[in-house]
């Protein structure tokens, strides 16, 4: 019977966290592991009664207007706090996007018919005072409808089950996954139709691990999604204030798709400029 | 379902041996009878206002006469009766058989198949009934008694007083809202069109599992019947056009009950059952069965003086429905005329305290809905039953829709009244989330039993409680009875996000414990909410030569996965998720579902053999007249839990009122006995299973023919395994 005392450990771990998701307030009780999913998410002061989103049909019909869509939207680097600045290159190929193949490794791949385009800028903190760099990046991928959002929420969940410990490329990985989502209508903190947030921690090399956070939200056929690799030397607590500047920084960029929705120029149409991003 | 005789008990009425009391209520008692010949007999009689009154012996005598006129099998027959008796008797052929009511509880709704049966039999039934000229005004779920060959139709009418009513805010109606005709609950007189709207009504509850009208207080029910269309639910086709049909405001709309019974006429039953689910017969012939184990002679009991509640006073009864149950099986006849609660008595001067309970109105909820209701009910009765009590209880139940607006409004109800010390509830997820800040601010303290998030804390950390597990928990232990089942093999887990968020609190932590824990190999695969790709992922898993299965997901999806692994002859270990526990699933799936396991706090007492778990399942039967049913124990546990700390708040022989806050205060500390487990809150004010003793707490039910079936807890299920090896 060994498996008796560790299972429970493991139920008891989950009941803290189930405890401690979920909240927006400042005495959140604080338990390891807990997603901080703090007031940053989450700008106004109280829940709205909508989620952001992003009508099926305000949202681009081709991969033309998707590339234009995704290419138009502003995202300035102090979106996520000052300091930050774009990283070179900066943008990817919109044609291409991140797969978690079947070894648990990153890899680019050709979009699926599925997807529309997708676009991922890259940020960073630069080190200063003793404080590591922080690597981010923003993604915003159109699906050519909702269901097939969905779908890839649905797979975003299952990859951090699948692999909880995940190469981001030949030197970096990422390990301890745990992600969850909740949908705008399961009534907690969420801010879009579905948020998603998965932490764990990032190894570079073999070297010390530190945070890692990927949060992606799903407003229709629109997902956005950011991580963040914590640099060396934060205390716990401004590892959380950058895991919540990511988060504004995301709510940003969800109220400006919301608001093209609503303004209805989603669908304008613009020349795709086929600028090659160097991918990462 | 019956007790012995009392001492002031005859032990002979004419022509019949009394063997037991079947129920008592304000027109007198019902007993278990026997002729010379053998044969079980209902015997009511009469006491009481009614038997001194002239009036009512005339009307008694006639409807006696009528009676005897009535001939349809599917009517239980008069036997005897004598009016001129100084107390008045009236004996019927006794049908063992559980109630409409009580299948449908115990088993969930019919199949349209055997719903059409029903109602063709049963217009039949009241075509008999009105031929003889008697119109029957209280057709309802628990006058309709199931045996294999089809329904009775039992107290027709007859000894009916004028005074056996509902007392509603437009004044008294006779039998019982939420199946009354609307002209009925406007004080009007019964026709036989009465009749078939509630036979309507009766087709309706016995398809969805609900009333059409709805739950609630007799005025609510009055309203809507009057007002708002009836809610059909999942009734289609010819039968959902025919109980509109019977449905209809305007009396003159309505088919006759000779038209249904042509309509329907085309469903007729054999003998064997075979026109009822397969665990709908099996309570039919256990029952059957326990009524052939009645003794012939048994030892009387002395009344206890002690007791008050015996002859509920003519004001209870009027606020019971006026149900009074004329003949039968003593099935319908415990819930009736075991006393009520509803208003304790005001004259002796006690205070009066009412607990509140949270319910959520809705097909899902309804079954944790009425089972708060019913446990919160007892327990209440029990305490003011209690003769040196200091103050009286009542309970007082809102129900919300579900939604965040509602919940708060309930919440913002009870808070508001000054007179409601404690809330069990809310039973559902987003307005406990919700409802939660409204008791918190108030300092109102309540115990929800059915939620398994913990998001309240966050808002309400000092008044808000659970009793339930995190469903987090709740799928780690799936991992665990693989352990102690010794049934760890490489898993397939589908999270099915149509079943909500639990299903993510769930699965992830049997993936986890499965390969961090076991060991062992586990594939998971996440659904989207709102496609169809469940059956896919089910393929994909097998492709993938799992050896055990873990579907996390709604009722429907569960069922249809059940249905592709029988097909696919896979015999692995398979687990639903807990929420599922006490659905229709084992109905549902039928022999698919045979061997689907489910982990759950959610305790059968009535299979348990300590004394407290004796005890409770028996005052469940003898008040409700069933089993509890799933999650009445912990709801029972968690009332009794509040009303114990509660009586600790109350101010010694002062007038003075006790303060709410202080009981949030004890229950945050307090270490409670219940039937199967300790209650204690840990930080979170959640159920703490940081102890060891969760493992003798929870519990694994297997689905085996038709039903769910409890195996033992998983400390039983380790202990059993250890012993063998």
């Given at each position: 019977m060994a498996?008796?005392?560790?299972?429970?450990?493991?139920?008891t771990?989950?009941?803290?966290?189930?405890?401690?998701?979920?909240?927006a307030?400042?005495?959140?009780?604080?338990?390891?592991?807990?997603?901080?999913k703090s007031s940053?998410a989450s700008p106004?002061a109280?829940p709205?009664?909508e989620p952001?989103?992003?009508?099926e049909d305000?949202?681009?019909?081709?991969?033309?207007?998707?590339?234009a869509?995704?290419?138009e939207?502003?995202?300035r680097?102090d979106?996520?706090?000052?300091g930050?600045?774009?990283?070179?290159?900066f943008?990817?190929?919109p044609?291409?996007w991140?797969?978690?193949?079947?070894?648990c490794?990153?890899?680019?791949?050709?979009?699926?018919?599925?997807?529309?385009?997708s676009l991922?800028?890259?940020?960073e903190?630069?080190?200063?005072?003793?404080?590591?760099p922080?690597?981010?990046s923003l993604?915003v991928?159109?699906h050519q409808?909702?269901?097939?959002?969905?779908?890839d929420m649905a797979?975003?969940l299952?990859?951090?089950?699948?692999c909880p410990g995940q190469?981001l490329n030949?030197t970096?990985q990422?390990?301890g996954?745990?992600?969850?989502?909740?949908?705008?209508?399961?009534?907690?903190?969420?801010i879009s139709?579905?948020?998603l947030?998965?932490t764990?921690?990032?190894?570079?090399?073999?070297?010390k691990a530190?945070?890692?956070?990927?949060y992606?939200?799903?407003?229709?056929?629109?997902?956005?999604?950011a991580?963040?690799?914590h640099?060396?030397g934060?205390?716990?607590?401004e590892?959380s204030?950058v895991?919540t500047?990511?988060?504004?920084?995301?709510t940003?960029v969800?109220a400006?798709?919301?608001?093209?929705?609503k303004a209805g120029?989603?669908?304008?149409?613009?020349e795709?400029?086929e600028?090659?991003?160097?991918?990462? | 379902?019956s007790?012995p005789?009392r001492?002031?008990?005859?032990?002979?009425?004419?022509?019949?041996?009394?063997?037991?009391?079947?129920?008592?209520g304000g027109?007198?008692?019902?007993?278990l009878g026997?002729?010379d010949?053998?044969?079980?007999?209902?015997?009511?009689?009469?006491?009481g206002?009614?038997?001194?009154?002239e009036?009512?012996?005339?009307?008694?005598?006639r409807e006696?006469?009528l009676?005897?006129?009535v001939?349809s099998?599917w009517v239980?027959?008069?036997?005897?009766a004598?009016a001129?008796?100084?107390e008045?008797?009236?004996?019927?052929?006794?049908v063992?058989?559980?109630?409409i009511?009580?299948?449908?509880a115990?088993?969930?709704?019919l199949?349209?198949?055997?719903?059409?049966?029903?109602?063709?039999?049963?217009?039949?039934?009241?075509d008999?009934?009105h031929?003889a000229g008697?119109?029957?005004r209280?057709v309802k779920?628990?006058n309709?008694l199931?045996?294999?060959?089809g329904?009775?139709?039992?107290?027709?009418?007859?000894a009916r007083?004028a005074?056996?009513?509902?007392l509603?805010?437009?004044?008294?109606v006779?039998?019982?809202?939420?199946?009354l005709?609307?002209?009925q609950?406007?004080?009007?007189p019964a026709?036989?069109a009465?009749?078939?709207?509630?036979l309507?009504?009766?087709?309706?509850?016995a398809?969805?599992?609900?009333?059409?009208?709805?739950?609630?207080?007799?005025?609510?029910?009055v309203y809507r019947t009057?007002?708002?269309e009836?809610e059909?639910?999942?009734?289609?086709g010819e039968?959902?056009?025919?109980?509109?049909r019977?449905?209809?405001?305007e009396?003159?709309?309505?088919p006759t009950a000779?038209?249904i019974?042509?309509?329907l006429?085309?469903?007729?039953?054999d003998a064997s059952?075979?026109w009822?689910?397969?665990?709908?017969?099996?309570?039919?012939?256990?029952r059957a069965?326990?009524?052939?184990?009645?003794?012939?002679?048994e030892?009387t009991?002395v009344?206890?003086?002690a007791?008050?509640?015996?002859?509920p006073?003519?004001?209870?009864?009027?606020?019971a429905g006026g149900?009074?149950?004329?003949?039968?099986?003593?099935?319908g006849a415990?819930v009736?005329a075991?006393?009520?609660?509803?208003?304790?008595s005001a004259s002796?001067?006690?205070?009066v305290y009412?607990?509140?309970?949270h319910?959520?109105?809705g097909?899902a909820e309804?079954?944790v809905?009425?089972?708060s209701?019913?446990a919160?009910?007892?327990?209440v009765a029990?305490?003011?039953?209690?003769?040196?009590?200091?103050?009286d209880l009542k309970?007082?139940?809102?129900a919300d829709k579900?939604?965040a607006?509602?919940?708060r409004?309930?919440?913002r109800?009870?808070?508001a009244?000054?007179?409601?010390?404690?809330?069990?509830?809310?039973?559902?997820?987003?307005?406990?989330?919700?409802?939660?800040?409204?008791y918190?601010?108030?300092?109102?303290?309540h115990v929800s039993?059915?939620?398994g998030?913990?998001?309240?804390f966050?808002?309400?950390?000092k008044?808000?409680?659970?009793?339930?597990?995190a469903h987090?928990?709740?799928g780690?232990?799936?991992a665990?009875?693989a352990?102690?089942?010794?049934?760890?093999?490489?898993?397939?887990?589908?999270?099915?996000?149509?079943?909500?968020?639990?299903?993510q609190?769930?699965g992830?932590?049997?993936?986890?414990?499965?390969?961090n824990v076991?060991?062992?190999e586990?594939?998971?695969?996440?659904v989207?909410?709102d496609?169809?790709?469940g059956p896919?992922?089910?393929?994909d898993?097998?492709?993938a030569?799992?050896?055990?299965?873990?579907?996390?997901?709604?009722?429907?999806a569960?069922?249809r996965?059940?249905?592709?692994l029988?097909?696919?002859?896979?015999?692995?270990?398979r687990?639903?998720?807990?929420?599922?526990?006490?659905?229709?699933f084992?109905?549902?799936?039928?022999t698919?579902g045979?061997?689907?396991?489910?982990?759950t706090?959610?305790?059968?007492?009535s299979?348990?053999?300590?004394k407290?778990?004796k005890?409770f399942?028996?005052a469940w039967?003898k008040r409700?007249g069933?089993?509890?049913e799933p999650?009445?124990?912990?709801?029972?546990?968690s009332?009794?839990?509040?009303?114990a700390e509660?009586?600790?708040?109350?101010?010694?022989?002062?007038?003075?009122r006790?303060?709410?806050?202080?009981?949030?205060?004890?229950l945050?500390?307090?270490k409670?006995q219940?039937?199967?487990r300790?209650?204690?809150f840990?930080?979170?004010?959640q159920y703490?299973?940081s102890?060891?003793g969760?493992a003798?707490?929870?519990f694994?039910?297997?689905?085996?023919?038709?039903?769910?079936?409890?195996l033992?807890s998983?400390?039983?299920l380790h202990?059993?395994a250890?012993?063998q090896?």
């Amino acid at each position: 019977m060994a498996g008796w005392r560790p299972v429970l450990a493991a139920t008891t771990g989950a009941l803290l966290l189930a405890g401690c998701s979920g909240g927006a307030s400042d005495d959140e009780p604080k338990a390891e592991g807990t997603p901080k999913k703090s007031s940053g998410a989450s700008p106004s002061a109280s829940p709205a009664n909508e989620p952001y989103t992003l009508a099926e049909d305000r949202a681009p019909k081709t991969r033309a207007e998707a590339v234009a869509f995704v290419r138009e939207l502003t995202v300035r680097p102090d979106y996520f706090g000052t300091g930050y600045r774009k990283r070179d290159p900066f943008e990817s190929d919109p044609a291409e996007w991140a797969v978690l193949g079947e070894d648990c490794l990153w890899r680019r791949e050709a979009l699926p018919g599925t997807v529309l385009a997708s676009l991922t800028r890259a940020y960073e903190l630069p080190a200063k005072g003793g404080k590591g760099p922080v690597y981010l990046s923003l993604t915003v991928t159109v699906h050519q409808d909702v269901v097939s959002a969905r779908r890839d929420m649905a797979g975003s969940l299952e990859e951090a089950l699948r692999c909880p410990g995940q190469q981001l490329n030949a030197t970096d990985q990422v390990l301890g996954l745990f992600s969850r989502a909740d949908a705008f209508t399961d009534g907690r903190t969420v801010i879009s139709d579905d948020d998603l947030t998965e932490t764990g921690t990032w190894v570079a090399g073999g070297g010390k691990a530190h945070p890692f956070d990927w949060y992606k939200f799903r407003m229709g056929p629109v997902t956005v999604a950011a991580t963040a690799l914590h640099g060396s030397g934060r205390t716990a607590d401004e590892d959380s204030t950058v895991t919540t500047d990511m988060g504004k920084g995301m709510t940003f960029v969800a109220a400006s798709i919301d608001g093209r929705g609503k303004a209805g120029d989603a669908s304008a149409t613009a020349e795709p400029t086929e600028k090659k991003g160097a991918g990462q | 379902m019956s007790e012995p005789l009392r001492s002031s008990d005859p032990s002979r009425i004419a022509g019949f041996r009394l063997l037991r009391r079947l129920g008592a209520g304000g027109m007198g008692v019902v007993y278990l009878g026997r002729t010379d010949s053998g044969a079980l007999a209902a015997v009511k009689v009469i006491r009481g206002e009614g038997a001194g009154d002239e009036d009512f012996r005339a009307r008694f005598a006639r409807e006696v006469e009528l009676a005897r006129r009535v001939d349809s099998p599917w009517v239980v027959p008069v036997l005897d009766a004598d009016a001129e008796s100084r107390e008045p008797w009236l004996a019927t052929a006794f049908v063992p058989g559980p109630s409409i009511a009580e299948a449908v509880a115990a088993h969930g709704p019919l199949p349209s198949q055997a719903v059409r049966i029903l109602g063709g039999l049963l217009a039949g039934a009241l075509d008999a009934v009105h031929t003889a000229g008697l119109v029957h005004r209280d057709v309802k779920p628990g006058n309709v008694l199931l045996a294999l060959d089809g329904p009775r139709l039992i107290d027709f009418g007859i000894a009916r007083a004028a005074d056996d009513t509902a007392l509603t805010a437009s004044g008294l109606v006779v039998g019982t809202p939420g199946f009354l005709a609307p002209e009925q609950a406007q004080g009007q007189p019964a026709t036989s069109a009465s009749d078939v709207f509630a036979l309507g009504c009766v087709l309706a509850y016995a398809s969805t599992g609900t009333p059409p009208f709805g739950t609630g207080t007799p005025d609510a029910l009055v309203y809507r019947t009057v007002h708002d269309e009836p809610e059909l639910g999942r009734v289609e086709g010819e039968l959902r056009t025919l109980v509109e049909r019977c449905l209809a405001k305007e009396p003159d709309s309505r088919p006759t009950a000779d038209d249904i019974r042509g309509l329907l006429a085309d469903d007729a039953p054999d003998a064997s059952g075979g026109w009822l689910p397969d665990s709908v017969a099996r309570m039919v012939a256990a029952r059957a069965a326990e009524s052939l184990a009645f003794p012939d002679v048994e030892p009387t009991v002395v009344d206890d003086p002690a007791v008050p509640a015996r002859h509920p006073g003519r004001r209870r009864l009027l606020l019971a429905g006026g149900a009074l149950l004329l003949a039968g099986g003593g099935t319908g006849a415990a819930v009736w005329a075991s006393g009520d609660d509803k208003k304790p008595s005001a004259s002796s001067g006690r205070p009066v305290y009412v607990l509140g309970v949270h319910t959520t109105a809705g097909t899902a909820e309804a079954a944790v809905s009425r089972g708060s209701e019913r446990a919160a009910r007892l327990a209440v009765a029990q305490h003011n039953a209690t003769p040196k009590r200091s103050y009286d209880l009542k309970v007082k139940v809102l129900a919300d829709k579900g939604d965040a607006d509602t919940a708060r409004a309930v919440a913002r109800t009870f808070t508001a009244d000054r007179d409601v010390v404690a809330v069990l509830g809310p039973v559902a997820e987003l307005p406990m989330q919700r409802a939660a800040a409204v008791y918190g601010a108030a300092g109102l303290t309540h115990v929800s039993s059915t939620t398994g998030q913990q998001d309240y804390f966050l808002t309400s950390p000092k008044t808000s409680f659970q009793t339930g597990p995190a469903h987090a928990a709740l799928g780690g232990w799936i991992a665990l009875q693989a352990v102690v089942t010794n049934q760890v093999v490489p898993a397939g887990v589908v999270i099915d996000r149509s079943g909500g968020p639990a299903m993510q609190d769930q699965g992830t932590q049997v993936v986890g414990n499965w390969r961090n824990v076991l060991k062992s190999e586990v594939v998971p695969r996440v659904v989207a909410e709102d496609t169809d790709d469940g059956p896919k992922a089910v393929r994909d898993l097998l492709a993938a030569d799992v050896k055990a299965f873990v579907y996390l997901g709604p009722l429907a999806a569960t069922v249809r996965t059940a249905q592709a692994l029988a097909t696919a002859r896979f015999t692995g270990p398979r687990w639903m998720q807990h929420q599922l526990y006490g659905s229709d699933f084992p109905r549902l799936a039928g022999t698919a579902g045979d061997g689907w396991y489910v982990v759950t706090d959610a305790v059968d007492p009535s299979v348990l053999t300590t004394k407290r778990a004796k005890d409770f399942t028996a005052a469940w039967r003898k008040r409700y007249g069933i089993a509890p049913e799933p999650y009445v124990t912990e709801a029972y546990d968690s009332v009794k839990m509040l009303l114990a700390e509660f009586a600790r708040t109350v101010p010694a022989g002062a007038r003075r009122r006790p303060v709410r806050s202080d009981l949030a205060v004890r229950l945050a500390k307090v270490k409670y006995q219940g039937i199967a487990r300790t209650y204690a809150f840990g930080d979170f004010h959640q159920y703490d299973n940081s102890s060891t003793g969760w493992a003798d707490e929870t519990f694994v039910h297997e689905v085996r023919g038709g039903r769910f079936r409890q195996l033992g807890s998983l400390g039983d299920l380790h202990r059993a395994a250890e012993s063998q090896s």
